[in-house]
């Protein structure tokens, strides 16, 4: 079993920046994909950014490209998410997942391990 735990939301103003970070309780395996995922009350969990580990790949929905960036650092069991120029729709709830055995980013159906999730609030 994978442990997650997300940190570094908060509050925020509109045009701001924030790095969220996911550290997980161990990162030894062949393949896998990690992913930001985020959510708000009454829409589906919507897929932010993913890093496939075979390629070391990155992926990100249309809506934060250019201004989200993942990156991880595997000495220290640690996904990041870096978060400029923020906007007030990218206010939710942020999740990190990792999907194990994994070689591409798929949908976050396939993602076995989540974090609790953490609140972002980009205020306007």
């Known amino acids: 079993e994978v442990q997650l735990v997300e940190s570094g939301g908060g509050l925020v103003q509109a045009g701001g920046s924030l790095r969220l970070s996911c550290v997980a309780s161990?990162?030894?395996?062949?393949?896998?994909?990690i992913g930001w995922f985020r959510q708000t009350p009454g829409k589906e969990r919507e897929g932010v950014s993913c890093f496939s580990s075979s390629d070391r790949s990155t992926a990100y929905a249309s809506s934060v490209k250019g201004r989200f960036t993942i990156s991880i650092d595997n000495a220290k069991n640690t996904v990041y998410l870096q978060m400029n120029n923020l906007k007030p729709e990218d206010t939710a709830v942020y999740y990190c997942a990792v999907d194990l055995g994994s070689v591409r980013c798929r949908q976050s159906t396939y993602f076995d391990y989540w974090g609790q999730g953490i609140q972002v609030t980009v205020s306007s």
């Open positions: 161990t990162f030894t395996f062949d393949d896998y994909a």
